[in-house]
């Protein structure tokens, strides 16, 4: 296979100016009749029209009414000697019902579904498959009317009725143009809830969201998330709904999360569905933020586009952004804002971080691919959305809604880049840091690897003086040796050793501005000398964490101790407790002295940890942000040889010890929170929620060591009659955690209450295969789920529950000293390779950092991905992701 470069990027020499689409659906063999107007770019060199086809059926082509002379060459549709317009017509025939690959058309449970972004439209018609090229798209649906009573596709409805033989037909107009990756067509036996609005212009809206029957109890959610985030993205953007009707479709079977298609947007019901009974509280805020994100898209991807796909953060970075501030914006409260903050962020860092370490490592504009699918990465998203806020933080927030009003003045309607973008934050910002620095501000985009931010503070105790100096480095990548300094925002406080916050003076400046401010890191290393202290401050840098870098500063444990009490930044307090736990589990990790069975955790960072479960002001919420301990994943990232098995035990002995030490403690805490009220999934119960589940599991995990049978049996009994799948997985999870023997009459009962309920059977599932394991149980267990009558591996939320729980989510299960894990990883990418390559490759990125990995399961990890590589007809997806990982 070959890569595609971002440097080769050319205009395409036609243009597609409408489209005029008829599909008769049917199952085993769906035609599609294409009619276009088709023109020469007069701007570029003449040439051939080559059109995209992926396992089509040609049956005609057409131009201008007349049979044409074509050939093939490959899967492309080649056309000489044209006319400089003209009418092209294309008749294929396709085969939905064997379409594995979920991408193109296909079928889930007897009902049609597209998935065409980022290449999935070439496998429903020939077409120029690339987001440049922008249409008119007019489609006409006829399908057999009692199998298929609901057809739509993007835009307005503007005809309908019967057609001989029972069927049916719709017609649909899509008064924007877009690209063809924003198509979509969905058929079938829904129901939908209605929702009319009226939005600030006096513009009337019809909001609907289109579930299987049975289903539409559980919408109400998703319908109140898609009116906020309308409401939200006019009064934040000014950017208004620009359509009569919005869709919102669900399918149980589908690649990733939802899509944005232009007016009808395709969801995975998880990111739909959810009733107390059956969802948690993670469940409700995920469908708010997905329903937000893909609204969020019809300016910030539909209206604006992408011009190629290295361009794919302009408008996923944007978006998730987008949709991270909404959340946040919805929040009543300070603090449950800040929460959100440090639940992105541990996303960024325990995901991102370790990708830009890695073989896949890239920039947030890619220079290359070979399967675009691959590339739908954390670093486009979550770092791309890293990389707007940075913006925002230089510009400030009305500096950066100017922006974005004059980005949509220069692009609305066209195809555009990150360059753009970047261009019009600064330019609507003259005066602002970043246009001083946009230059060397965008090698966020073409640099990859996560900057080292390595401070040093100096206090002069005579002249009251404080300097922090502050130097940037950044590791080497594929391809990219060396990296030039990038331009870091470092917002900053500085604490008193008695926890006040100390105004903010720099040298030279006449008085203090404010007890929190930005510094802007541009060169590799700079000072910054603050003046009129009277005591040594303990710096809190990065506070919010206001650039994706790793701080390295060498803080006592009685600097930490001070931050994580009195912090006025509740990020930089979390990050404080965060970097005690580290401390303490790399000091047991790299000791070889280090023995199981002994403490691993001080009697000091325990009473801080007690001091803030026990915290009269703080949010529940945010305590079990705090006395979550950092996981295994992000503790294995600060090492440079991860003996997996050591990791594990260390954060197993450290959980146990909190556990324990704190048990009077988590008891207080568990009654103090175990009682939520009505059930409603704001961040405040929720908090209350997440806190009595934590103390729960170390209740649980406690009794175990003790024998004590009191809390396991209360937790059984919590689960029983828990009136919200929060409160009952959260008691499950803590019996299954602590490998309590009520855990098997638990899951037996959770399953026979939600038989029926797919999503949840998932969360069964993923509960098994991700539990601790003890003395090698879980893969026996892994290998029997997939003998489960309810286990299909062609349902790709079920392949994630069972198959990604193990060998993504489950270290000290996943790598056995014996390499049956890796063996089995190996088996099960091929497995599904065959099946659904994008689910596979994103499997392949399990074994990401194996040559971290220490002896012996380093060689057996190699061995099983040359394994993976070895196999013919890998999909280039697959093929691109072990190719890289042996690279
Ligand atoms: N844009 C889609 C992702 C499509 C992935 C294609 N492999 C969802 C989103 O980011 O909103
Ligand atoms: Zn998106």
Redesign the pocket.
């Known amino acids: 296979p070959v890569a595609i470069r971002r440097e080769d990027y050319t205009a395409p020499a036609w243009w597609i100016d409408t489209v005029d689409l008829t599909f008769d659906l049917e199952p085993a063999k769906t035609r599609v009749l294409n009619k276009m107007q088709v023109r020469r770019n007069p701007e570029v060199p003449a040439e051939p029209l080559r059109l995209h086809g992926d396992e089509l059926n040609l049956a005609r082509v057409l131009v201008n009414g007349q049979g044409a002379s074509f050939r093939m060459e490959g899967s492309e549709l080649v056309l000489d000697g044209l006319p400089d317009a003209f009418a092209l017509e294309i008749f294929t025939t396709c085969c939905p019902a064997k379409n594995t690959k979920l991408m193109g058309l296909f079928v889930s449970q007897d009902t049609f579904f597209t998935q065409c972004e980022a290449e999935g439209f070439r496998r429903i018609t020939y077409f120029l498959d690339r987001p440049d090229v922008m249409a008119s798209y007019s489609v006409l649906l006829r399908a057999d009317k009692a199998q298929y009573p609901v057809l739509l596709s993007n835009g307005n409805l503007v005809e309908e009725g019967d057609l001989p033989e029972g069927r049916h037909f719709t017609r649909w107009v899509d008064p924007f143009k877009k690209p063809s990756y924003l198509f979509a067509l969905v058929a079938g036996k829904l129901v939908s809830r209605s929702q009319r609005i009226k939005a600030r212009n006096g513009r009337e809206h019809l909001l609907q969201v289109y579930v299987r029957a049975g289903d539409l109890d559980k919408t109400e959610h998703a319908m109140r998330s898609l009116v906020n985030s309308i409401v939200w993205d006019e009064l934040r953007f000014g950017l208004p709904l620009d359509l009569d009707r919005f869709m919102i479709v669900a399918t149980s079977d589908f690649n990733m ?4 298609n232009k007016g009808l947007n395709i969801f995975n019901t998880k990111y739909v569905l959810a009733s107390q009974a059956t969802a948690t509280d993670a469940d409700f805020a995920n469908i708010e933020s997905v329903v937000g ?2 609204y ?2 019809n300016w910030t ?1 539909d209206r604006v586009t992408c011009r190629d796909w290295f361009q794919l953060s302009l ?2 970075g944007l ?2 952004f987008r ?1 991270q501030e909404f959340s946040m914006d919805l929040c009543a409260e300070p603090s449950a804002r800040a929460v959100k903050r440090i639940e992105d962020v541990r996303v960024l860092r325990s995901a991102q971080f370790p990708e830009d370490a890695g073989p896949m490592a890239h920039p947030v504009r890619p220079d290359s691919y070979i399967e675009i699918s691959n590339f739908y990465t954390v670093t486009i ?1 979550e770092k791309g959305a890293e990389v707007v806020r940075m913006m925002q933080t230089l510009v400030g927030r009305a500096g950066f809604t100017r922006g974005m009003q004059l980005y949509f003045d220069r692009h609305d309607g066209q195809a555009v880049t990150c360059d753009d973008f970047a261009q019009a934050i600064a330019d609507a910002n003259p005066d602002s840091e970043l246009a001083r620095l946009l230059p060397q501000f965008k090698r966020w985009y073409s640099q990859a690897g996560t900057p080292r931010l390595a401070a040093t503070g100096q206090w002069d105790a005579q002249a009251g003086r404080y300097t922090l100096q502050l130097t940037q480095s950044c590791p080497p990548t594929p391809g990219q040796e060396h990296k030039q300094p990038f331009v870091i925002p470092v917002n900053i406080g500085l604490v008193a050793a008695d926890g006040r916050a100390l105004a903010l003076q720099l040298e030279g400046e006449p008085a203090p501005q404010g007890e929190s401010r930005t510094l802007v890191l541009s060169q590799a290393s700079e000072q910054f000398v603050f003046t009129g202290l009277s005591a040594e401050p303990v710096p809190s840098i990065l506070r919010g964490f206001s650039a994706p870098v790793i701080l390295e500063f060498d803080f006592s444990d009685a600097q930490l101790l001070t931050l994580l009490a009195h912090d006025g930044d509740p990020f930089n307090r979390w990050e404080a407790a965060q970097r005690l736990g580290l401390r303490a589990a790399l000091a047991a990790i790299r000791d070889p002295q280090h023995a199981a069975g002994t403490p691993v955790l001080s009697a000091q960072f325990l009473d801080a940890m007690r001091e803030v479960l026990r915290h009269p002001q703080l949010d529940a919420a945010f305590k079990e942000l705090v006395l979550t301990l950092p996981t295994e994943g992000y503790i294995a990232e600060q090492l440079d040889v991860v003996d997996p098995q050591r990791v594990h035990a260390v954060r197993e002995a450290m959980r146990l010890q909190l556990a324990t030490a704190l048990a009077a403690d988590w008891q207080w805490a568990f009654e103090e929170n175990s009682d939520t009220g009505a059930y409603s999934p704001d961040p405040a119960s929720a908090g209350r929620r997440a806190l009595a589940g934590l103390a729960l599991t170390q209740l649980c995990l406690a009794a175990r060591e003790s024998g004590d049978p009191v809390w396991p049996g209360k937790t059984l009994q919590r689960f029983k009659n828990a009136g919200n799948m929060t409160d009952r997985v959260n008691a499950l999870s803590a019996l299954v955690v602590a490998g309590h023997p009520l855990a098997q009459q638990a899951l037996a009962r959770f399953h026979a209450l939600f038989k029926d309920e797919a999503l949840v059977i998932d969360k069964w599932f993923a509960l098994q295969a991700g539990a601790p394991d003890r003395g090698g149980d879980v893969l026996p267990l892994v290998r029997q789920l997939m003998k489960h009558p309810d286990f299909s591996i062609k349902n790709p939320n079920r392949a994630r529950s069972v198959i990604f729980s193990y060998c993504s989510a489950n270290p000290g299960a996943f790598h056995r000293p014996d390499a049956a894990g890796y063996v089995w990883w190996s088996e099960r990418v091929i497995e599904l390779d065959a099946i659904n390559p994008q689910v596979a490759a994103r499997l392949a990125r399990a074994m990401d950092r194996w040559s971290k990995l220490a002896e012996p399961y380093r060689t057996a990890a190699r061995e099983a991905i040359a394994r993976v590589a070895a196999k013919p007809e890998l999909s280039k997806d697959t093929l691109e992701v072990v190719t890289r990982a042996l690279a």
């Open positions: 999360g939802a899509m944005e994100h893909e969020f898209h991807g408008k996923e978006t998730v949709d998203y």
